[in-house]
């Protein structure tokens, strides 16, 4: 993803983009809208901070804190003494306050004049009530339970959405759960870088070892997949090549990684950069989402599904409520044997004919994260009443 050349559309709005994670080479949803945001804003990440235990063990005074990535979007890490505590629980708020209002220091210094908390986890919550803000934001885009049996709306979850100015949520369960609570709710989407996923690229060496016809998956190896689909097609279906590409990032699915390891049609490439991962889906012959249906699942929207479309690629996935939507452009089987037919009948030629890779990737081109964005910032910057431009227009 480029940021574009120059600085933020509205230079005088700091964002404090309150994460879970350190920013990193993974990128993931709150990483692909944080960074486009930085072409509107001035974003700030702020890193977790060290558990205080690592802070005195790799204490590095003299380290720069903040980082410009470029224009627009800024990486803050918390001083050594600023650190994490576990207990008491009133030490750990009062340092985490600090450090918010490091960040909004470090915001006005750039010359912003309005400031927007953007909280991704409910854990956040006391960020509202460590500075002064013009704006806060929740983006929700997952069940935070985890759990395969749906849950209550949890009571921290629950105040944070009715406490903030606006809210955004990833999916279309999500927004149907939770949407009530705050009126201010809008439904942004999982998107796509959709110029690198539709360009067409080389084959990539360790697939190219790979026999055709290739069912792919790319993604985290996790225990929300159907194991036990998975086993019964690579079985049933020796003549197929089945493809995993991803981290593996769960405990208790190491046996059934090892069992499909095992077979000679099944192979596990492993962990791959963001940015070489749309090498990949267009090379292959048929694209995967073979998840598990249940109550965490329903709340899920698997970024792959539009890069699966602007690769062009048929594509086959679990009836999920996100991907009940796109019915159109994905079949949706829901036993072993409708899986088989429907793997089956997209190798068929006519599954592949310009027509058809054309109509996914014009569904995958309306989620261009640059669109969803686009739609992001325009929310923000009329909640606190700055002039929107007109969209460009469409005639030549």
């Keep these: 993803m480029k940021n574009g050349i120059g600085g933020p559309r509205w230079p005088e709005i700091g964002i404090i983009a309150l994460v879970p994670d350190f920013w ?17 804003f001035q974003v700030l990440w702020l890193n977790p901070a060290n558990h205080w235990r690592e802070t005195i063990q790799s204490w590095r005074a003299s380290n720069p804190r903040e980082m410009l990535l470029f224009p627009g979007f800024s990486v803050y890490t918390p001083e050594p003494w600023l650190p994490m505590f576990y207990r008491p629980l009133w030490l750990d708020r009062f340092s985490f306050a600090l450090r918010v209002r490091r960040a909004s220091q470090w915001l006005t210094s750039r010359g912003c004049t ?9 854990k956040f919550e006391s960020a509202l009530s460590a500075i002064p803000y013009d704006l806060s934001c929740y983006h929700l885009e997952d069940e935070y339970s985890y759990s395969p049996t749906e849950l209550p709306l949890d009571p921290v979850e629950s105040r944070v959405l009715a406490a903030v100015d606006q809210v955004f949520m990833l999916s279309p369960a999500l927004f149907e759960k939770k949407s009530s609570l705050n009126p201010q709710t809008l439904f942004a989407p999982g998107g796509v870088d959709y110029a690198e996923y539709s360009r067409p690229v080389a084959e ?7 026999p055709h016809p290739r069912i792919g998956y790319i993604g985290s190896i996790k225990k929300q997949l159907d ?11 020796p003549q197929w090549s089945f493809v995993f590409l991803g981290p593996k990032i769960h405990e208790g699915i190491s046996e059934a990684v090892q069992v499909l390891s095992d077979r000679s049609n099944v192979y596990f490439l492993g962990a791959k950069a963001s940015s070489d991962m749309p090498r990949y889906p267009q090379h292959f012959d048929v694209c995967i989402m073979p998840y598990t249906n249940d109550g965490y699942t329903k709340f899920i929207y698997p970024l792959k599904l539009h890069e699966y479309l602007a690769a062009g690629r048929p ?4 009836p999920i409520r996100s991907l009940q939507d796109f019915s159109h452009v994905v079949a949706l089987p829901r036993t072993p044997d409708e899986w088989s037919r429907a793997i089956a009948s997209c190798l068929d030629p006519a599954a592949n004919s310009p027509e058809r890779c054309a109509e996914r990737r014009e569904v995958a081109r309306q989620y261009d994260w640059n669109r969803v964005v686009n739609e992001i910032a325009n929310t923000i910057a009329r909640r606190l009443g700055s002039e929107i431009p007109e969209p460009p227009s469409s005639q030549p």
Excluded: C, E, F
Excluded at 315 to 318: C, D, E
């Design 24 to 40: 990193s080479q993974r990128w993931m949803v709150r990483h692909q809208v944080m960074a486009r945001l930085g072409r509107y």
């Design 114 to 122: 309005k400031t927007v908390l953007y909280l991704w986890l409910p």
């Design 204 to 210: 990539p060496a360790d697939l190219a070892q790979v």
């Design 227 to 237: 194991w036990n689909l998975l086993n019964h097609l690579i079985t049933r279906h």
């Design 315 to 318: 594509t086959v996935g679990t």
